[in-house]
């Protein structure tokens, strides 16, 4: 047998084995019998109010439902752009719950902030709290022995992963193999939901996951994301959906699952719930001690929050896959290509992967062909700021039709965007200078300890082992990973919406649009702010030196962009700009662009490295590969 074939066979054969390696009933029975031995079932509380501490949010959110009527909502609506307030935040609202709490994430990983968030919800499980947590299986709770200790921690909590590769927590590279060969469209689907509901009265929905790089807690690489906090009816909608996906046949309980499974019942003594060991415990006292002062809650969260009417959360149906034709699966993906569609005025978007679906590229056309065109304003990642230089490389490609099929305006942020560094200095000189610093540990100095690193992964992966291309720069990076969308001033929308082919046909995504024009001002004036000169790059046409050679340069590009394999044009019709001293910030298309903006190249501060040759690969020959990348 030739040597694919004998591969492709075993390979075969071990998804069949291990699909066929489910748990019988007993087996359940018997971890559940060891777990429901072994969890302590006395409460710390004995108080009809599960010893909730005050809250002004939840105090807020209460007051706004309590308001609300059928034909007139009311809501609190606070736009979490920083990484403090947004962690700060939900350790409030986990303090004060009273009776529920339910979490959805794609990632939790195991550093600071998701043992943090954790434990958290562990001792507010134990005060009486019914806390639910629902997290993707792929990217979420990797390590065995952790998942046994929540098993047990107490009867009042409750972990599910979503989608599990062959009935187990881990998956290892044999089956992820196995499971793109066998299942593919079943294991690409994710659930990309981010939700945390208390009391079904006030929710937290958007961008963040539960790693430290969500809050500006990792040494080197941080993302610039957005969360909104939501009170009153829509944040029932948030309880309401988390309920769908709690039930839904991919949400496996934890004794259900394979390895989980064998880890308990080979461990029958109880494990207990040990204190957290936190890298910086500096910053995480910090935090809880905000968590705390109502003062500082009304300060950084409450302070600019608004009493919205309309607000709306949605969220695809869990299975998206399944039913890919049923209208309410990707109820969240059609309310967002609706409000696009509906602009006249201007769109400012903000992704991290700039590429469009084939739904959304023939909304964009449409509007493009509008007199007068709205103005698209986009917000992206440049290659020296993302983290998935495979999806920058597809983007990399269609430039062109970006910028003269839709007429966007495309700003990539800059890895060392000045005015996300400012945002998070004094939290990060606080911690460092408590601790790691003065300890003279050259590990804790980012600039020595990340620049001119690689890390395994030709295509990258979700997690703490994803990292960017290497820079030319030194210092702390920073990535967008922020979904927002702004429509005519008029209302925006915060979310886990990439707008791209993933997020339109295989993960599942949520988010809230709020109908308020002061909110949709105080977004816009968000993204407007990291598409300035100081944080990012401009892209624009190659400015004519010669014109027939120029002309020659982009018909050849053009015949090389439309061809699916082997686009090796390396001089493409648009590239980056940087503003020059002294000028005036001014659009693409204003005469005097060029005598105000110098070109910096097309992969501006990134070093030569295995990535940047990956990412013309990919360009080349992976544009098929974009609605799953």
């Known amino acids: ?107 939790w990983d195991q550093d600071d902030v998701g043992q943090l968030v954790l434990d958290e919800l562990v001792r507010a499980a134990r005060r009486g709290v019914r806390v639910r947590i629902l997290a993707d299986q792929l990217f979420s709770f990797g390590d065995l022995a952790v998942l046994d200790r929540l098993a047990r921690a107490s009867p009042n909590l409750q972990v599910r992963l979503y989608n599990p590769t062959f009935h187990e927590a881990s998956t290892s590279p044999l089956e992820w193999a196995a499971g793109i060969a066998c299942c593919f469209f079943r294991f690409n689907q994710r659930m990309h939901n981010k939700v945390l509901v208390v009391d079904g009265t006030a ?256 295509l990258g992966s979700h997690g703490s082992s994803r990292r960017p291309a290497p820079l030319v720069s030194e210092g702390r990076r920073f990535a967008l990973h922020a979904k927002s969308i702004v429509v005519d001033d008029r209302f925006a929308m915060v979310g886990s919406h990439n707008f791209d082919p993933r997020s339109d046909h295989y993960n599942t995504e949520a988010g809230v649009i709020v109908y308020d024009r002061r909110f949709a001002e105080q977004l816009r004036r968000a993204i407007l702010r990291d598409i300035r000169p100081r944080n990012a790059w401009v892209i624009a046409p190659r400015r004519p030196v010669v014109p027939l050679l120029t002309k020659l340069n982009q018909a050849i590009g053009d015949i090389s962009e439309s061809l699916p394999l082997f686009d090796f044009w390396p001089y493409r019709y648009a590239t980056s700009y940087q503003l020059k001293e002294g000028c005036t910030p001014m659009r693409p298309s204003d005469p005097a662009f060029y005598s105000c903006y110098e070109p910096v190249g097309d992969f501006p501060d990134v070093a030569l490295s295995p990535k940047l040759i990956y990412t013309r690969l990919i360009t080349a020959f992976g544009s098929s590969a974009s609605g799953i990348l």
């Not at 807020?60 to 009527?69: E, I, V």
């Not at 509007?367 to 993302?386: D, F, W």
Request: aromatic share 8%; glycine share 6%.
């Open 1 to 107: 047998m030739p040597l694919p074939r004998l591969a492709l066979f075993f390979l075969l054969a071990a998804t069949v084995l291990l699909d066929g390696c489910t748990l019988s009933r007993a087996q359940i029975r018997r971890a559940d019998a060891v777990v429901a031995a072994t969890t302590p079932d006395a409460s710390a509380c004995s108080r009809a109010d599960r010893c909730a501490q005050p809250s002004p949010l939840l105090d807020a959110a209460t007051r706004a439902l309590g308001a609300s009527t059928p034909a007139r909502p009311h809501h609190l609506v606070a736009l979490l752009g920083a990484s403090e307030p947004a962690l700060v935040a939900r350790l409030s609202l986990i303090r004060a719950a009273r009776r529920t709490i339910d979490v959805q994430t794609y990632i």
């Open 203 to 458: 929710g937290i929905t958007g961008g963040r996951n539960y790693q430290d790089r969500y809050f500006d807690w990792d040494d080197d690489f941080d993302y610039v994301d957005r969360d909104v906090l939501v009170g009153g009816p829509a944040a029932q909608s948030m309880a309401e959906s988390f309920a769908l996906f709690w039930r839904h046949k991919r949400s496996v309980p934890l004794t259900h699952l394979r390895d989980v499974n064998h880890y308990i019942l080979a461990h029958p003594a109880a494990p207990g719930w040990p204190a957290p060991e936190y890298d910086h415990p500096q910053r995480v006292y910090r935090v809880e001690q905000e968590a705390d002062d109502g003062a500082w809650l009304r300060a950084h969260v409450l302070a600019d929050s608004l009493q919205a009417g309309k607000v709306e959360f949605f969220s695809d149906l869990p299975g998206k896959t399944d039913q890919p034709l049923k209208r309410q699966a990707r109820q969240f993906t059609a309310h967002v290509m609706q409000m696009v569609g509906s602009a006249r005025q201007e769109v400012v978007l903000q992704t991290p992967y700039l590429v469009m679906s084939r739904r959304a590229r023939r909304i964009f056309e449409y509007l493009h062909q509008l007199t007068p065109p709205p103005r698209i304003v986009v917000s992206t990642n440049s290659l020296a700021s993302t983290d998935a230089f495979a999806v920058y490389a597809v983007s990399y490609k269609h430039r062109k039709r970006y910028l003269k099929d839709y007429g966007f305006e495309i700003y990539e942020l800059k890895p060392h965007a000045s005015d996300a560094a400012a945002a998070n200095a004094r939290a990060s000189l606080e911690w460092v200078g408590e601790g790691a610093r003065a300890s003279g540990d050259p590990a804790h100095d980012a600039s020595e300890r990340y620049v001119g690193t690689e890390v395994r992964g030709l």
